[in-house]
């Protein structure tokens, strides 16, 4: 008799093309645009005015098909597009996995933040092509790009550990990255200038 709830996949052959930022065999495909960046942006104007202005993507993430289930280990690409909401750089919705479990990122192309916040301490780390993040068990986290190009990254996850988005509503996420002269500025999460 088996000692898992459902099996685990066969053991999978999978294509990364990091130009096109698919993985395949594929999974599932989100878009996220504007509209769907509910409490994100602290410009509340801005953002309205984004989705009346044609509701732009703001960023995509391709799976793999290895499900999110106790004990596989799935992997997508994120893409973030190049872009600001009223000055506040393009970024991911950002999460808490409510079962703590770490996670790694590995640039791919562009360049962008993976800001990290634990309730009490935000954690910035650049990002680029060929640069793990490592996210620890209990830090939320976002991705911020902070280039002119798409920035893109592969994440590898347990598959048990869940997407809570409120949490990171409730709670911030320490800081906010700006768009500046000199590439981005970091902000308190209170403040947008
Ligand atoms: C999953 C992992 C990423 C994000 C993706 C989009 O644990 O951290 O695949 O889901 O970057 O971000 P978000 O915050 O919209 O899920
Ligand atoms: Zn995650």
Redesign the pocket.
Known sequence: MSAFASLPLDPLRIVLDAGAGTLTPEGPL?T?RMSDMTGAFADTAAWRQAQAAGDPVV?T?A?SPVPEENREL?Q?I?TIYPGDCGGELYM????Q?PDAQG?I?LGLSGVGGLLMFDGERSHWIDMAPGVIGY?PPGWA???VNVGAEPYR?L?V?PGC?G?D?DW?LRNGMGRRAMRAADGYELVPFGSSS
Do not use: C, M, N
């Open positions: 989100l996220r960023y993430v799976s799935p997508s994120t991911t919705k950002g999460h996995h996670e990122y996210i986290h976002r991705s990254f994440a996850y550990a997407h988005y990171v």
